[in-house]
């Protein structure tokens, strides 16, 4: 049993994309553990050149089963387009690729108000991404957050009416225009339908691997110098992107204790 990262040291464009390719021929699973999808690994190989924001990037490995942990965020309209791309050019995720329930959504109203907060800063602007990952992980940390799990039952309706009655206030102060309950959850329901085959309590599967001498491959998302906590604060992430991250968006060092 082995469990590599690759880990970036810089502020990402490492190249660790073309990394995990080449050492994803010798493990059993690849796994992202943190971010979402305003990180991106850039694989050439024979199948083309594609740029993967939140599958694993080992995945066109053959060998290989790919996870998202529950550390990273999904927009679920580009998790789909990957999806799509890569059945469409042979490589086969169907029944190899695992999404974590634990993992958060980024709504329509994460992206909206990462844009207008950067534009209420003025000229201090951080100068995100615009795609809603630092509002999800605020919402995360903030008990405000809609994860997968919560489409099994009505919660889902649940908590996104709470927080459209929260969000559209902000958004509204913010210059912005109200988003309508009926349209978000009926687009989100949609996507929920067409993932729920890739959505799987990785637990599991994480621990029989480890015990059973499965080997494993780690993507960190970015690099180190974007940590929330160790990086060129505040010109980083909104996520931990050190490999201790791993802990926690993957659930290793869960998995090895004692049961």
């Known amino acids: 049993m082995t469990v590599t990262a690759v880990i970036g040291s810089q502020w990402g464009d490492e190249g660790k994309g073309k990394a995990v390719d080449f050492l994803a021929e010798r493990v059993d699973y690849v796994a992202r553990f943190n971010g979402g999808n305003n990180a991106g690994h850039t694989v050439i190989n024979e199948f083309g050149t594609f740029k993967i924001h939140l599958v694993p990037s080992g995945i066109f490995a053959k060998n290989t089963v790919g996870l998202i942990g529950g550390g990273v965020v999904i927009d679920p309209q580009v998790l789909l ?3 799509e791309m890569l059945n469409k050019a042979g490589i086969g995720v169907d029944g190899r690729l695992w999404v974590s329930p ?3 959504i980024i709504m329509p109203y994460h992206k909206i108000l990462d844009g207008l ?3 209420a800063k003025g000229a201090g602007a951080t100068g995100t991404t615009r795609r809603g ?4 992980f605020a919402d ?3 008990y405000n957050g809609i994860r997968w799990t919560d489409f099994t039952s009505d919660m889902f309706e649940q908590r996104l009416q709470v927080q459209l009655q929260l969000k559209n206030k902000i958004i509204i102060a913010l210059g912005g225009e109200a988003l309508k309950y009926e349209e978000v959850r009926d687009t989100y329901r949609e996507y929920y339908a067409r993932l729920k085959p890739y959505i799987k309590e990785l637990f599991s599967l994480v621990q029989d691997g480890l015990k059973t001498g499965k080997n494993f491959l780690l993507e960190q998302a970015m690099g180190t110098f974007l940590d929330t906590d160790w990086g060129t604060y ?3 992430t909104a996520s931990t992107t050190i490999p201790s991250a791993a802990s926690a968006g993957w659930g290793f060092l869960r998995a090895i204790l004692p049961t």
């Open 133 to 136: 990952i630092g509002p999800v």
């Open 117 to 119: 907060y950067e534009e």
């Open 234 to 236: 505040p010109f980083v």
């Open 102 to 104: 634990r993992s958060h």
């Open 140 to 142: 995360k940390v903030s």
């Open 81 to 83: 387009e990957e999806i």
